[in-house]
């Protein structure tokens, strides 16, 4: 059985919906589906979501969200139009507007997009539709609940043999909506994957799989066949946003593969990711490269550092209390880096400096920032001599200074912070220096 998941730009008008219908229905082992809400149709459009949060805005400020929520049924008129279904949305329109002018959530408001185009593709495949609202749970403190929610789907899927369902949302106690963070629905079509026990979970999108980089930045890199959870997870977290970091979880204990496929070209293998006991073999040393701009580092040096009990602990006390998050902590001797992102920091750096060197009596604290991160991930890595001295000396062929190094035992990724000025170029010259 596959669980397929069809992203925004996949559910952006009649046409692009017609193409998802017809892949459904060229393989009768999809069964479930899971939708986004209509993306953009091109550069210069608004997506679903987007107008949806703006109907809140404008509800909050005035009471009415009327022409903005027109263009939301424009869309979906549209679409029923073009793919000539008899499908009558006006009392759905209704409610919907009427509870974003009577102040719900932003959550219910921004749902809304998901909702209505499951209702859309059900009607065009003739499929059950079923809302995630009552299947999917988050507990009082906004924890979502997954084996609950796996009950419950399993009890609606054993009353219908298939159906589409909104990605992206469930609800609290007391069914208000709750959302997951954007790009959730590829988390949905997890879960969905899990509660069928699906053979593949199939994610649809608009690329053809993750490439080995950024293809905005290094000229028609090589795509990625094969990678493990683990491997997307780090490259998820670095900056490769095909795929949702969180939505290998549900499926990762199942052991679940994920095939992310293109819409466009459906014909094409897509990458597939599998549990790191099932990679094939591979000659390549790394699996991808990925980075983010935006990043300060903040360093404290002190003599004996290492000598000192509860010193990293009372530095990350500080950063508790200023609700900062802490991505990286390389460390020496008598030297300590925190790093964090610039928009963490931001208005707190002069505060921030002081509780550290109070805390902790630092000899010497200061902030660096406009700081680049790039990882170089892949399992081969370590099995592999010399992959480090490779990255490294690529680099300073370059002329490129490395300001930071964090490297895990495991040897599944080593990530380098630059100046954020040289991180394109450095991209670039590690993707070449493994790949030619």
């Given at each position: 059985?596959?669980?397929?998941?069809?992203?925004?730009?996949?559910?952006?008008?009649?046409?692009?919906?017609?193409?998802?219908?017809?892949?459904?229905?060229?393989?009768?082992?999809?069964?479930?589906?899971?939708?986004?809400?209509?993306?953009?149709?091109?550069?210069?459009?608004?997506?679903?979501?987007?107008?949806?949060?703006?109907?809140?805005?404008?509800?909050?400020?005035?009471?009415?969200?009327?022409?903005?929520?027109?263009?939301?049924?424009?869309?979906?008129?549209?679409?029923?139009?073009?793919?000539?279904?008899?499908?009558?949305?006006?009392?759905?329109?209704?409610?919907?507007?009427?509870?974003?002018?009577?102040?719900?959530?932003?959550?219910?408001?921004?749902?809304?997009?998901?909702?209505?185009?499951?209702?859309?593709?059900?009607?065009?495949?003739?499929?059950?539709?079923?809302?995630?609202?009552?299947?999917?749970?988050?507990?009082?403190?906004?924890?979502?609940?997954?084996?609950?929610?796996?009950?419950?789907?399993?009890?609606?899927?054993?009353?219908?043999?298939?159906?589409?369902?909104?990605?992206?949302?469930?609800?609290?106690?007391?069914?208000?909506?709750?959302?997951?963070?954007?790009?959730?629905?590829?988390?949905?079509?997890?879960?969905?994957?899990?509660?069928?026990?699906?053979?593949?979970?199939?994610?649809?999108?608009?690329?053809?799989?993750?490439?080995?980089?950024?293809?905005?930045?290094?000229?028609?890199?090589?795509?990625?066949?094969?990678?493990?959870?683990?491997?997307?997870?780090?490259?998820?977290?670095?900056?490769?946003?095909?795929?949702?970091?969180?939505?290998?979880?549900?499926?990762?204990n199942a052991g679940i593969p994920i095939n992310i496929k293109n819409t466009f070209a459906p014909d094409d293998g897509g990458t597939m990711?599998?549990?790191?006991?099932?990679?094939?073999?591979?000659?390549?040393?790394?699996?991808?490269?990925?980075?983010?701009?935006?990043?300060?580092?903040?360093?404290?040096?002190?003599?004996?550092?290492?000598?000192?009990?509860?010193?990293?602990?009372?530095?990350?006390?500080?950063?508790?209390?200023?609700?900062?998050?802490?991505?990286?902590?390389?460390?020496?001797?008598?030297?300590?880096?925190?790093?964090?992102?610039?928009?963490?920091?931001?208005?707190?750096?002069?505060?921030?400096?002081?509780?550290?060197?109070?805390?902790?009596?630092?000899?010497?604290?200061?902030?660096?920032?406009?700081?680049?991160?790039?990882?170089?991930?892949?399992?081969?890595?370590?099995?592999?001599?010399?992959?480090?001295?490779?990255?490294?000396?690529?680099?300073?062929?370059?002329?490129?200074?490395?300001?930071?190094?964090?490297?895990?035992?495991?040897?599944?990724?080593?990530?380098?912070?630059?100046?954020?000025?040289?991180?394109?170029?450095?991209?670039?010259?590690?993707?070449?220096?493994?790949?030619?």
């Amino acid at each position: 059985m596959l669980v397929c998941k069809f992203g925004g730009t996949s559910m952006a008008n009649a046409e692009t919906i017609s193409k998802v219908a017809d892949i459904i229905n060229s393989d009768s082992e999809r069964k479930y589906v899971v939708v986004s809400a209509p993306g953009k149709r091109d550069r210069q459009d608004t997506k679903v979501t987007d107008l949806l949060y703006k109907c809140f805005a404008e509800a909050q400020a005035t009471g009415n969200c009327a022409e903005t929520f027109k263009q939301v049924k424009e869309r979906f008129d549209a679409i029923i139009k073009g793919l000539n279904i008899d499908l009558d949305l006006s009392d759905d329109y209704a409610e919907i507007e009427n509870n974003i002018n009577s102040s719900t959530t932003a959550d219910y408001a921004a749902s809304r997009g998901e909702y209505l185009s499951a209702k859309v593709l059900a009607k065009k495949l003739g499929y059950a539709f079923l809302d995630t609202l009552k299947l999917i749970k988050f507990n009082e403190d906004g924890e979502f609940q997954l084996d609950y929610s796996i009950d419950l789907i399993r009890q609606e899927m054993a009353k219908v043999k298939k159906a589409v369902f909104p990605g992206f949302y469930g609800s609290s106690p007391g069914d208000v909506v709750k959302t997951f963070t954007r790009g959730g629905s590829d988390v949905t079509g997890a879960i969905i994957a899990r509660a069928a026990n699906a053979d593949v979970y199939e994610n649809w999108t608009d690329v053809s799989g993750f490439m080995k980089a950024d293809p905005r930045i290094v000229s028609n890199p090589k795509k990625i066949e094969y990678l493990s959870y683990r491997e997307l997870r780090e490259l998820s977290y670095m900056g490769a946003n095909v795929l949702h970091p969180e939505s290998i979880f549900p499926v990762r204990n199942a052991g679940i593969p994920i095939n992310i496929k293109n819409t466009f070209a459906p014909d094409d293998g897509g990458t597939m990711i599998v549990p790191t006991s099932k990679l094939p073999d591979n000659t390549s040393v790394i699996t991808g490269i990925a980075g983010q701009k935006g990043f300060t580092v903040i360093l404290i040096e002190k003599a004996m550092m290492n000598a000192e009990v509860g010193f990293v602990r009372k530095v990350l006390s500080v950063m508790e209390y200023e609700n900062i998050s802490v991505e990286h902590i390389p460390s020496g001797i008598d030297t300590l880096c925190i790093v964090v992102r610039d928009e963490d920091i931001q208005n707190k750096m002069q505060k921030v400096l002081d509780k550290i060197r109070d805390s902790v009596s630092a000899d010497n604290v200061e902030i660096h920032s406009g700081l680049s991160l790039v990882a170089v991930v892949g399992h081969n890595m370590a099995s592999r001599q010399g992959t480090a001295a490779t990255i490294f000396a690529s680099l300073a062929k370059s002329n490129i200074n490395v300001r930071m190094i964090d490297q895990g035992s495991s040897e599944l990724n080593v990530i380098v912070g630059i100046d954020t000025f040289d991180y394109e170029k450095a991209i670039n010259t590690i993707y070449h220096a493994f790949e030619g």
